[in-house]
């Protein structure tokens, strides 16, 4: 599977966020800057808690707040074999990340040369010389520099060094569960939504585009959608209560992940059967986002297509009964 890739957000997208691409992108003064680097995947209520405090410092100071991540994932680079599958492709992560305030995003590309870097060498090149700071936001357990030579405790020392202020935030805990980036992995390998939900403080939700080849010209006539291959991480397979928004509209929908094995040869994919259907022009360039509310039940071989139709039927109705209830509720 390959990447849905946003090349160009919008503006509207972006709040008026500042992206840079590389060091070699931020113009000369660009501080005072109140920073935090990581890879913010997902953007989970951890994140939130540490970008809205560099967000209200910044405001109080009059400097500007900055968000420092990497593309690729460090892991995808180092251990690619090992590495996690990703909440958040950067395009969702830069938009998630200018919801939050924050003034500038650089987006480092991890490579050799980044790798190697020694974490003296990342405070004094990077954070001093490049961005002004006079203040960073980490949490307990930040590592940086080669091998990930240093943590919090070298921070502050660069900090008292180089004259900027570093405040440690501990983990955010939520019902009791503290909040990660890889515990909503977990989440998400076991189809746990409501958990996946309490740690990013929303819906877990991916974006991509429909599937090529549907063959109804720009219109959509069935209730159908496929998404098209996405290479960030997906919830288990089965099937679940789901919210599709097409372009600007939103549906209701129940959604299939999975290999469709009642049909023969296994033919992965991510389909989702709206519920509330209306005609709606649609491409194969329409942006679509899938929203994971609840996991009804596993991917199951049934023993006939009709089989599985009744069964289908039984989801729409609970999916129909969630929405109602959830309706009444607010």
């Known amino acids: 599977m390959t990447d849905f890739k946003v090349t160009d957000l919008s503006v509207t997208d972006l709040n008026n966020l500042i992206v840079f691409r590389s060091v070699a992108e931020i113009p000369a003064g660009f501080g005072p800057s109140v920073a935090v680097i990581g890879n913010f995947d997902g953007v989970h209520l951890g994140h939130q808690q540490i970008l809205a405090a560099i967000t209200a410092e910044a405001r109080q100071t009059g400097a500007k707040a900055i968000a420092i991540t990497f593309d690729p994932h460090p892991e995808q680079f180092l251990r690619p074999e090992q590495a996690p599958g990703l909440l958040t492709l950067i395009p969702e992560r830069l938009r998630l990340l200018a919801q939050t305030g924050v003034d500038a995003v650089l987006v480092l590309p991890f490579d050799d040369s980044l790798a190697c870097l020694s974490a003296q060498a990342c405070v004094k090149e990077i954070l001093v010389d ?19 030579e240093a943590g919090v405790a070298e921070l502050a020392e660069f900090g008292r060094q180089f004259g900027f202020k570093v405040t440690v935030h501990a983990a955010v805990e939520i019902h009791g569960l503290e909040v990660s980036s890889s515990a909503i992995r977990q989440a998400l390998i076991a189809g746990d939504m409501k958990r996946a939900r309490w740690m990013l403080g929303r819906p877990f939700a991916v974006r991509s585009t429909p599937a090529k080849g549907r063959g109804i010209g720009t219109k959509l006539l069935v209730p159908t959608v496929n998404l098209a291959a996405y290479s960030g991480l997906l919830p288990a397979f089965g099937v679940y209560i789901t919210q599709l928004t097409v372009g600007t509209r939103c549906f209701q929908a129940v959604s299939n992940i999975g290999n469709r094995p009642t049909f023969g040869e296994p033919s992965f994919a991510v389909e989702s059967y709206i519920l509330d259907f209306e005609p709606i022009d649609l491409s194969d360039d329409t942006p679509l986002q899938l929203e ?12 006939s297509p009709e089989a599985l139709k009744a069964q289908i039927m039984k989801d729409v109705s609970r999916a129909k009964r969630y929405f109602h209830l959830s309706k009444t509720q607010h």
């Open 130 to 148: 490049k961005l002004g700071i006079v203040s960073i936001h980490e949490g307990a357990n930040f590592r940086f520099g080669h091998r990930a």
């Open 292 to 303: 994971f509310l609840l996991r009804l039940r596993p991917e199951i071989t049934w023993p």
